[in-house]
Each structure stands twice: as structure tokens, then as C-alpha cells.
């Protein structure tokens, strides 16, 4: 079935400096989206994005985050600058439409020092 | 904001055992309500939607929703070993994004 990738699938940094994930949604989905699921923990919603517009933020998704998907390519989840309280696997999702099953990358583990 | 909780927190059960997971949200507006299967370490993988009250049935999955007691249920019959997992609920409306429950970790004992 359709997959959806993320690169890396760990990532250890520093506190403070800047980090971007990678997510590689399915090819023809318009939604994209980006959960934080801390060890063992609840999946949180922090941001959804549409027609090249963040659509939907919760407060989680902090000043330092930002989203963007140039010219089709990557979905990317940058953070910047970092805090040990980001340390967590985030999830890329995309979906074909509003309300329509999501599709789950394998996650990027971050683990901020 | 939709409030998604899961019950019960965990289960163990015997192989062939039928399987009830419930999941309650906040707004009567929800627009569809997605279960969902994820393995240790994986992405979470969909399993069955519905959108309207009442019961959908897909191979040994089946899930009720009851909007007017904002309650949705799945059900696993002849449940397997390989169904031990978690199972997250997950709810969303016209205007905003998916948000899903803490989970249920399930076990199925050979």
C-alpha cells in the first residue's frame, strides 16, 4: 500500500540548535500533518498543513516550529532552536482528503542533550 | 478542542476471545472516527472508520458509534496474537485535524 517515508529515523542534537525532519508523504495526498508522541504517551496533534498554509495548530506547536513543503518536495518539520522538553518520536501523516484515513511515516525518534 | 478518551487503559485476553475497546469524545459534531492499529516502534496503521450512527462490519472488526452518548466502540472477534497491539481512537470534525486517545494496549494470550 501507499507508504509514507521519514528521514531520519533518529536524530540526537544538542539543546539550542536547530533541527529539521524530513517526511515524504504519499504522492498524490493534499493533507500533511505532524504528531508528537513522547515515550509510551498519547499521540499529540501539533500541526496540520494544506494548499502550502498551515491550516491547524495546537499549542504545542511552539514559536520555535515551523512547517513547510517547497515546490512538492519534502514536508518538513524544523525546530528551532531546540529544548530537552522536544525530545520525542514525531509522526508525518498525509491524507488524501479532510476527514480521510491518515498515513503514518515509522516516525523520527529526536532525542535532544 | 475534541477530548478523546480510550477505556480500559490495557487488556489481556485468551486467543479466540472477542475483544471490546471503547472510545468516548467531547463534540456531538465529531465528523468521522477512525480506530487504529500501532506496534511497538511503528506508525500507527488504520483499520476501520464510520461516519454515521450505527455499526460497520469488516471481517472480524466491527465498531458502533452512538453519537448522542458521544461513544464509539470496535470489536475484535476470534481475536489472534498477532492483534496484540495498541489501539488508538481517533476523532475529528469539519474544521479541525484528527486527535486521538491515550490508547488501549492490547494482549492476546496463545
Known amino acids: 500500500g501507499p507508504k509514507v517515508l521519514q528521514i531520519p529515523s533518529h536524530q540526537i542534537i544538542d539543546m539550542g540548535q536547530m533541527v529539521t525532519l524530513n517526511c515524504d508523504p504519499v504522492?498524490?495526498?493534499?493533507?500533511f500533518y505532524w504528531y508528537k508522541q513522547i515515550l509510551g504517551q498519547q499521540m499529540e496533534f501539533l500541526v496540520n498543513?494544506?494548499?502550502?498554509?498551515?491550516?491547524?495548530k495546537s499549542k504545542l506547536f511552539k514559536d520555535q516550529f515551523s512547517v513547510e513543503r517547497p515546490d512538492g518536495s519534502y514536508f518538513t518539520l524544523k525546530i528551532q532552536p531546540t529544548a530537552l522538553e522536544d525530545s520525542a518520536v514525531y509522526f508525518c501523516a498525509s491524507s488524501p482528503g479532510h476527514s480521510y484515513e491518515q498515513y503514518f511515516g515509522p516516525g523520527t525518534r529526536l532525542t535532544v542533550l | 478542542q475534541e477530548k478523546v478518551q480510550q477505556s480500559p487503559e490495557s487488556l489481556i485476553v485468551p486467543e479466540g476471545a472477542m475483544v471490546s475497546l471503547n472510545c468516548s469524545f467531547s463534540d456531538s459534531a465529531s465528523q468521522s472516527i477512525w480506530w487504529y492499529q500501532q506496534h511497538p516502534g511503528k506508525g500507527p496503521k488504520a483499520l476501520i472508520s464510520i461516519f454515521s450512527n450505527g455499526n460497520k462490519k469488516e471481517g472480524r472488526l466491527t465498531v458502533y458509534l452512538n453519537r448522542a452518548s458521544l461513544h464509539v466502540s470496535l470489536h475484535i472477534k476470534d481475536s489472534q496474537p498477532s492483534d496484540s497491539a495498541v489501539y488508538l481512537c481517533a476523532v475529528s470534525d469539519n474544521n479541525n485535524a484528527p486527535r486521538f486517545g491515550a490508547g488501549t494496549k492490547l494482549s492476546v494470550k496463545p
Open positions: 498543513f494544506y494548499n502550502g498554509k498551515v491550516m491547524e
Open positions: 504522492s498524490n495526498h493534499l493533507y
